[in-house]
């Protein structure tokens, strides 16, 4: 059987979630695509013995609504997450800004060994752009994620290699995962934090986009 990781993508509305998932899972893209209301997911299956790691996996990719309207029920699908996504606009400062808030959400409602990543979206928009790769890596390193991946779900740029990685993170991590599966922490302890952060290793392939 196919073990199954539930990978959540939060932040703000607009940034480009919905979007990301359905290239990742529909290889599409609809640039009239409406705001997300509630939260639902797609599946898709993973081979990461094409990437150097072990068997497969299915991601149940959660999306969530980036509207502050839905923030309190939004969390509730921080619980059980293997992975959490959170994604900003490179044309947006304010993404970025929120993303903060977002990340701390998320260390607060999710599971110690819930691997973050964050996802730089829209970098086909580069003459809007807002956020540079610099300004993205000092905010990686400053909240110590562990990964940074460029993305443009219009051009599908980066898509495929930011699920590998955080897949590939995911299953370095089997065990703690699915030991701490079902866990729900109100709140990390200083403890829980550290030990999680011996597996949030900075990835050194760096962006791709
Ligand atoms: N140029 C460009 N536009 C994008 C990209 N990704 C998403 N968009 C557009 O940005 C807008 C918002 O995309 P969504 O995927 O709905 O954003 P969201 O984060 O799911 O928003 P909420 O559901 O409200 O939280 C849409 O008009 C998309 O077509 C991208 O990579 N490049
Ligand atoms: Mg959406």
Known sequence: MIESFKVV??????VGKTSIIQRYTKDSFDSGIEPTVGAHFMTRIIDLEEHGGSGRMKLQ????????????????????????????????QLSLDAAERWLDDLRRFSPPH????????????????EVSLEMGQDFKDKHEVPILQ???AKENTGIE?????????IDRNREIIKQGSGTTVAK?????LASAEQFKKPDRTGCKC
């Open 9 to 14: 993508l939060v932040g703000d509305s607009n």
């Open 61 to 92: 990719i959660w999306d969530t609504a980036g509207q502050e309207k839905y923030k309190s029920v939004t969390q509730i699908y921080y619980r059980d997450a293997a992975a959490a996504i959170c994604v900003y606009d490179v044309t947006s």
């Open 114 to 129: 819930t691997i973050i990543a964050l996802a730089a979206n829209k970098c086909d928009l580069f003459s809007q752009q």
């Open 150 to 152: 460029q993305t443009s």
């Open 161 to 169: 290699e930011l699920f590998v990685r955080v897949a590939r993170e």
């Open 188 to 192: 990390r302890s200083q403890a829980s």
